[in-house]
Structures are given as structure tokens and as C-alpha cells.
């Protein structure tokens, strides 16, 4: 397993950006997929978005289709999440995720996950 560390959550007003950061330990960060998800107050925790070991392939939920970009440096370890155009209906605790089997947005399929960073944004 992998231990992550999330990093650039925030208060924002609506219409703004976000880049979310997840750092990784160990030597093996490009063998796995990495997801991000977002669990909003009283909410059950929801699929982001998703990138492959190589970065070849995403997959977005739809409510941030558009809007979000995920993307790694397997070089530097880390996942990013740009956030564009934010809603008020984005604020959440925001996760990151390692996956050593699939590139999946279930997150039963995630055996590493971060300690979350929030993320604000105001109307």
C-alpha cells in the first residue's frame, strides 16, 4: 500500500479554482490508479474522477465533467485535481485514492486512501 497525503483545499468563492495536490510514499505510485472522491456533510462519498497508471486514461463523474482535470507526475509522486468553475454544491472533504487492481470509481476498489482536505466554496 501506498500512504497518501492530500494538500490545497480551501475557501473559495463560487466561479473560482482549486488545485488539489496528493502525494505519494513509496516506489511503486505508477503501478497504481489513482481516483479522487468527495464526501459532503450528511452525503455518502462520491466518485470524482479517476486516472490510469500512466495517465493515458480519466473517467469524471458527470456532475464535474467539464469542470475538473485530473492528472499525475508519476516522476514527482503526486495526483493533482483541477477544480474550474466552482459550485457551492462542490464543498465537501475531498480524498484521494490508490487502486493496485483497476481504474475503477468504486471506491471498494481503493485499498490506500488520504486523510481528505476540504474544500469550501461560497456563494
Known amino acids: 500500500q501506498v500512504q497518501l497525503v492530500e494538500s490545497g483545499g480551501g475557501l473559495v468563492q463560487a466561479g473560482g479554482s482549486l488545485r488539489l495536490s496528493c502525494a505519494a510514499s513509496?516506489?511503486?505510485?505508477?503501478?497504481?490508479?489513482m481516483g479522487w472522491f468527495r464526501q459532503a456533510p450528511g452525503k455518502e462519498r462520491e466518485f470524482v474522477a479517476v486516472?490510469?497508471?500512466?495517465?493515458?486514461?480519466?473517467y469524471y463523474a458527470e456532475s464535474v465533467k467539464g469542470r475538473f482535470t485530473i492528472s499525475r507526475d508519476n516522476a514527482k509522486n503526486t495526483v493533482y485535481l483541477q477544480m474550474n468553475s466552482l459550485k457551492p454544491e462542490d464543498t465537501a472533504v475531498y480524498y484521494c485514492?490508490?487502486?493496485?487492481?483497476?481504474?475503477?470509481?468504486?471506491?471498494?476498489?481503493?485499498?490506500?486512501w488520504g486523510q481528505g482536505t476540504q474544500v469550501t466554496v461560497s456563494s
Open positions: 486516472i490510469s497508471w500512466s495517465g493515458g486514461r480519466t
Open positions: 513509496g516506489r511503486t505510485f505508477s503501478s497504481y490508479a
Open positions: 485514492a490508490a487502486s493496485s487492481a483497476v481504474v475503477s470509481g468504486d471506491g471498494e476498489d481503493f485499498g490506500s
